[in-house]
């Protein structure tokens, strides 16, 4: 685990360690002592080598969906329809955890997202959490203590900023604050900035973990503002906290004493400002060590304050592996493999860039695993229809089978041995189907124009358009539709015409009415047929036979929305016409392909 906290810490995530049941350890202060110091983490893990890793959120936002039945809560179905609205959820860095997922999203610069929880009707509900400030999540590869779960990165893509949408709807559940605090207020920073080695910027980098500077003192005041100064006992804990700090100016002043002087005089009818400063110098006799700025920050968490969001990530572009600064403990090891590290891989920002040449990564851009194909767990390729060759349909293998097909192949993977990690060849599907970093989905389906990914991680099937729309005369194929197809019919063409339109404009709808030409051999009615198909690409289908048409084995319509079929059917053809009737009019057709159970599938293929 330290590797990996050391890893996550050298690209700017503060980390800090967790139980198995997710609860910072007695005597911590939880997301409070989140870091990225080395040193720190090194000391925590050679205490507690086993811990779990958890992450600050606030300046990465993450998205909860806590459990499978998540978009089925109050505040997911509001969630899901936004996400609809918005063409789907952004693609993200994803983690699998024991009963859902994590989304990770960058939280746009000046912008302070809270976590908010959704309630739950009862223990073990499912729902809708936001992590933001104040929150925490645990990080691959953490182990659920309850369920033995190991947390795993899903996709190896860079974090997505969270768009203005995903925002609003945040400030709707917990609010966003931007802060207006006047940091001249104070005065000139300390003249000891200046002197690097100095007793105070050491006493002050041992109170705080960082020397003085212009976020500690937002932190600090940011906190005071969420703490009444009504109560003496708490007054006092707050100038001592305070006074820990040594913040003094080289003319005896000090910056601590004027924030407790104007925190202080919030509170009117108490303040005095006549014997402040003695009170002041009294905190240095006390002899309560105990008492540091973490105090404070406890008395403002229990009037319900969050900390302020650290430092945006760097989302422009994909971070390289780096190496850790030197310390006593063992180093992190390198990423094997394309990101491979001890059997897990790291967020995309920690990872190799997508551009490797692993074996690995060019599995994943070729292959995924699907939760869900007619009730089994398979892995899916692109493969040329055996029905029309211009076109890639999915098709579906078992794991056995997958690995038996790249068997021939090897890589290095990490794996324990012992006490050690040792690096082994590997046969190369079977090292895929246990690595980390595959792209995992739990089912599929096709909306035109959506994600890659859709909300309820399914595999958009959707490839896109063969062609981009643009404006311009088209007079031969009018000409031709009018004169060959219409038969010079003015109401005809027009319902050919606006037929053809519904449904580029409507991919994933079936239009109910099939268009059906009537005419001898070689009279030109494919053209039209066949320039609309070309038009859905991957996604228009030409069959000559009827049997790919009404026949058992219909796979190949599951990724089709325009289908052409030539001299395909036979009006005598008794057997298939319930069939060719549910094809043109059902909102469903039953998919069916060899060892796999019937599946419901959505209507949406426009017939020719």
Not at 416 to 428: A, I, N, T, Y
């Amino acid at each position: 685990m330290l590797d990996f906290a050391l890893q996550y810490a050298a690209h700017g995530w503060p980390v800090f360690q967790v139980s198995g049941h997710k609860v910072p350890f007695k005597g911590s202060h939880g997301h409070l002592d989140a870091t990225t110091d080395q040193a720190v983490i090194t000391g925590w893990f050679q205490k507690r080598p086993k811990a779990n890793i958890a992450l600050a959120t606030g300046a990465i936002i993450v998205l909860d969906l806590d459990g499978s039945k998540a978009f089925e809560s109050p505040r997911g179905r509001e969630l899901g329809a936004l996400a609809q609205a918005h063409g789907g959820l952004p693609r993200t860095l994803t983690a699998r955890t024991a009963r859902g997922v994590h989304l990770y999203y960058a939280c746009p610069p000046g912008v302070t997202i809270r976590s908010s929880n959704e309630r739950r009707e009862g223990a073990g509900a499912d729902g809708v959490d936001l992590k933001g400030n104040g929150g925490f999540v645990v990080l691959p590869p953490s182990v659920n203590a309850r369920s033995q779960f190991q947390y795993e990165w899903l996709h190896n893509i860079q974090l997505a900023v969270m768009p203005d949408w995903l925002v609003k709807w945040a400030q709707e559940l917990g609010g966003v604050s931007q802060s207006n605090v006047s940091l001249q207020s104070l005065g000139a920073k300390p003249d000891y900035l200046k002197q690097t080695q100095s007793t105070t910027a050491k006493s002050t980098k041992a109170a705080l973990g960082v020397e003085y500077n212009a976020r500690e003192l937002q932190r600090i005041l940011s906190a005071l503002k969420a703490v009444p100064a009504d109560h003496y006992d708490t007054w006092i804990e707050i100038g001592m906290a305070l006074h820990s700090l040594d913040w003094e100016r080289s003319d005896g002043t000090s910056v601590a004493f004027d924030i407790w002087d104007r925190w202080s005089a919030t509170c009117a009818p108490k303040y005095h400002p006549v014997g402040m400063a003695e009170k002041w110098a009294s905190f240095g006799r006390t002899g309560r060590t105990e008492i540091s700025i973490a105090t404070l920050f406890h008395h403002a968490s229990r009037h319900g304050w969050q900390p302020p969001a650290p430092p945006a990530v760097n989302v422009e572009q994909e971070a390289r592996p780096q190496a850790p600064q030197q310390t006593a403990s063992p180093q992190p090891q390198s990423p094997a493999a394309g990101g491979h590290l001890n059997g897990h891989q790291l967020p995309a920002a920690l990872t190799a860039p997508s551009g490797s040449e692993s074996p690995l990564i060019k599995l994943n851009e070729n292959y995924a695993v699907i939760g869900d194909i007619g009730g089994r767990c398979l892995v899916m390729g692109w493969v040329q229809s055996k029905v029309d060759d211009t076109v890639f349909v999915p098709s579906f293998q078992t794991f056995k089978s997958f690995a038996e097909r790249h068997a021939h192949q090897y890589v290095m993977a990490t794996k324990p041995k012992g006490d050690e990690w040792v690096h082994e060849p590997q046969q190369l599907g079977t090292a895929w189907l246990k690595w980390g970093r595959r792209r995992t989905y739990d089912g599929l389906d096709m909306v035109p124009n959506g994600p890659e990914v859709l909300p309820n991680n399914h595999l958009n099937l959707w490839r896109g358009m063969a062609v981009q729309p643009m404006q311009g005369p088209w007079p031969l194929m009018k000409y031709h539709i009018a004169k060959v197809l219409a038969r010079a019919n003015e109401a005809a063409l027009d319902y050919i015409i606006k037929w053809a339109a519904w449904k580029l404009q409507h991919p994933g709808e079936c239009p109910q009415v099939a268009l059906v030409f009537k005419g001898s051999k070689g009279a030109g009615k494919g053209t039209f047929a066949r320039t609309l198909r070309q038009f859905f690409g991957a996604h228009g289908l030409q069959v000559f036979n009827s049997k790919h048409l009404v026949g058992q084995f219909n796979a190949h319509l599951r990724n089709c929305l325009l289908l052409y079929a030539d001299e395909a059917f036979w009006a005598g053809d008794k057997q298939g016409e319930s069939t060719l009737k549910g094809l043109i009019t059902e909102p469903t057709i039953p998919i069916e392909q060899k060892g796999v159970d019937l599946i419901d599938w959505k209507n949406r293929i426009g017939l020719i």
